[in-house]
């Protein structure tokens, strides 16, 4: 039963706010086989799925759009939301009870890890609601005139293009699409077709890291080290990147890197991140300004700053972390791409099967999409939670976008594949 005492003993000033977080993993992971053979185990990675609420007989196949909590994130919130219910009145603002206004705190702890995760400095680091509002911080927030042009691709997700078509409606830029073959399976022709519409006039180069439908890895080293020596400001979408695939913005060399950790990091919703190198940062105008809307110590915690939010999603995101770092970088990627792979080559046999996705090693990961000819793709995803419980997303009219992940096991991929295999010869 709930203690209100209980947590009211170990709360003190901002840090008593993730007192509860420092309890240690271990008796919550799998303890029964090495790490070193985890990625190779499906015992492993059979008791890793039974870290989430999600019933055993079920496989959810749709992280692309939302991904599933581990149960150790999800009561992470769940504590939180009543402690703050139940220990209101005892917040004094001078560091006792429950933090009622997250939209306000400098949060140092998890822009750290979420810096450590990807190559940053801390300070680089904004926490924001998701993707979409990372996209529209730097589309608002860059000194641009009319005229000035802006490039895209034409797999942009609603939420990486949206932003950049307003300010160019509002202030006479010129927006463009830079066209992507499908199946994609060439970085060099990504690369030129984006740079077929680059010109004099181009200020802003704004791709996916992972394309949101198909799944396409793209050559971002390449494009943003092009980019930098013609002057020219790189934005990448990382919605569908951290998580899923291993992301060192340094390394990457691009000025803004936005994300939503609700997907692949498997944070509760509401949570997102924007990195900005620390070159570029003070040259972005604060969108949502609030108190610290002139801080420049700390950039990021001046765009970080967006009024009143629910703290505990801030908490969920902290756990979601250090679940993340318990399983280990390396393995949850790892496992992704195994995953994938096994999928995709699963599929290649099949006559009657499309892959749209990629399937050049180097471009693919966790996201596979594939039709099956005289197949809906509603159908197809209604046939495979009808027949085994499992669950995809159809994305188009005749495709279904299978995205797997370390509470996917192969037993559940070779289920599908075996409905794959019997509607395509029917």
């Not at 463009?176 to 680059?198: G, T, Y």
């Not at 915690?301 to 939010?309: A, D």
């Not at 039709?371 to 046939?383: M, P, R, Y």
Request: net charge neutral; aromatic share 8%; hydrophobic share 40%.
């Amino acid at each position: 039963m709930f203690s209100r005492r209980r947590f009211l003993k170990r709360s003190v000033g901002l840090s008593s706010a993730f007192a509860f977080l420092s309890k240690s993993y271990a008796q919550t992971l799998p303890t029964d086989l090495s790490p070193d053979l985890a990625i190779s185990s499906e015992k492993y990675w059979r008791s890793v799925k039974s870290l989430f609420p999600m019933p055993m007989d079920e496989a959810y196949f749709n992280t692309g759009t939302m991904g599933a909590q581990p149960s150790v994130v999800l009561n992470k919130v769940i504590e939180n939301m009543r402690w703050n219910a139940e220990a209101i009145a005892t917040c004094d603002y001078q560091g006792n009870g429950p933090l009622l206004l997250s939209g306000y705190e400098v949060y140092p702890e998890v822009r750290k890890k979420i810096a450590s995760l990807v190559g940053a400095d801390f300070k680089e680091i904004a926490l924001t609601q998701n993707a979409t509002a990372g996209m529209n911080y730097i589309s608002n927030g860059l000194d641009l005139k009319a005229g000035d042009e802006i490039v895209n691709t034409d797999q942009e997700h609603g939420g990486g293009r949206a932003g950049w078509q307003v300010a160019a409606k509002r202030y006479g830029l010129v927006y463009k699409q830079a066209k992507i073959e499908i199946p994609a399976n060439d970085p060099q022709k990504i690369f030129d077709s984006i740079f077929k519409e680059v010109n004099a006039k181009t200020r802003v180069i704004a791709v996916p890291h992972i394309s949101s439908v198909y799944g396409i890895v793209l050559p971002v080293r390449e494009i943003c080290a092009e980019a930098r020596k013609r002057g020219i400001f790189t934005i990448l979408d990382g919605a569908q990147t951290i998580g899923q695939i291993p992301v060192d913005v340094k390394e990457i060399g691009c000025d803004a890197y936005f994300s939503s950790l609700h997907k692949w990091l498997l944070a509760p919703a509401g949570n997102g991140v924007l990195y900005i190198n620390k070159d570029s940062i003070s040259d972005i105008w604060t969108t949502l300004a609030s108190y610290a809307w002139e801080n420049e110590d700390d950039p990021g915690y001046r765009l970080t700053q967006r009024g009143t939010g629910n703290h505990s999603l801030v908490v969920g995101l902290n756990a979601a972390l250090d679940f993340h770092q318990q399983i280990g970088p390396d393995h949850v990627t790892g496992r992704i791409k195994e995953l994938g792979d096994y999928l995709r080559a699963g599929l290649k046999e099949i006559p009657g099967v499309s892959i749209y996705s990629s399937v050049h090693p180097d471009m693919c990961a966790g996201i596979t999409t594939y039709g099956i000819e005289g197949v809906s793709g509603k159908d197809l995803q209604n046939t495979m939670w009808k027949r085994k419980k499992l669950q995809p997303r159809a994305v188009g009219e005749h495709m279904i976008r299978h995205s797997v992940h370390i509470y996917n096991l192969k037993s559940e991929i070779a289920a599908a594949l075996e409905i794959v295999k019997e509607l395509a010869q029917s």
